[in-house]
């Protein structure tokens, strides 16, 4: 079973729309959480750490489950330019990433 | 400022060839990681530098893989007899420090290696 599963997607939408997906992880004793933004061919980068309590940038909202272990991304009012590969990934306290494969989203207009 | 820079960003080689990946991190960052992503796939992790040494390789697939950082800032990632599965992106991050508590990875374009 890999450490972290995405559900692959594509999620094609809208602008304007909202759009979310989930990631689970395998490992109870994870401790940190982020969600990166890959774009075709480019590198990830950070988009948002994954709090608890849940937290919000803008029109992206994070959410943390430990009871079920999973996390959750949610875009508002999509733009053209929210067109990536979402990349959910899992820390262990230390210094070694555990990435998912990542859900491609692509915003029409 | 810069960014982590790699280079060659393409690499295309011969079946049974030694390639060398070379990572150039942020200047003054003592945490130097290696990612391997296959098409399709997150980045998996591969090694860990903190300074000049390797404190975590067990991400390394096989013998033929080694990766160096001699003055705790360039490093190579060296791969010997390549095969056809070593086809992937290869990416390099580096963040200010390592050790035991998370703090976030700057990572570069990556080098595209395509194994014939």
């Known amino acids: 079973r890999k450490e972290v599963e995405q559900d692959p997607g594509p999620f094609n939408v809208p602008e304007g729309a909202t759009v979310a997906f989930n990631c689970t992880y395998s490992?109870?004793?994870?401790?940190?959480f982020f969600w990166y933004r890959q774009d075709c061919r480019k590198e990830p980068k950070l988009l948002m750490s994954?709090?608890?309590s849940g937290n919000e940038d803008g029109r992206f909202t994070a959410q943390l489950n430990r009871a079920s272990q999973y996390i959750s991304l949610l875009i508002r009012d999509s733009k053209l330019s929210d067109s990536a590969t979402y990349l959910c990934?899992?820390?262990?306290?230390?210094?070694?990433?555990?990435f998912g494969a990542g859900t491609t989203v692509t915003v029409r207009a | 400022g810069a960014g982590v820079s790699q280079t060659p960003s393409n690499k295309v080689t011969e079946k049974g060839k030694y390639v060398e990946l070379r990572c150039d991190p942020i200047?003054?960052?003592?945490?130097l990681y290696w990612y391997r992503q296959s098409l399709g796939q997150g980045p998996e992790f591969l090694i860990y530098?903190?300074?000049?040494?390797?404190?975590?390789d067990s991400g390394l697939p096989n013998d033929r893989f080694f990766a160096v950082r001699p003055e705790g800032s360039v490093s190579t990632l060296k791969i010997q007899r390549t095969e056809r599965g070593d086809s992937a992106v290869y990416l390099c991050?580096?963040?200010?420090?390592?050790?035991?508590?998370?703090?976030?990875?700057?990572f570069g374009p990556g080098t595209r290696l395509t194994v014939l």
């Open positions: 991050a580096s963040s200010p420090w390592g050790g035991s508590s998370y703090n976030e990875q700057f």
């Open positions: 994954v709090y608890s």
């Open positions: 990934v899992v820390n262990m306290g230390d210094y070694k990433l555990s």
């Open positions: 530098f903190q300074g000049t040494g390797a404190a975590d």
């Open positions: 490992n109870s004793a994870s401790q940190s």
């Open positions: 200047s003054g960052h003592t945490a």
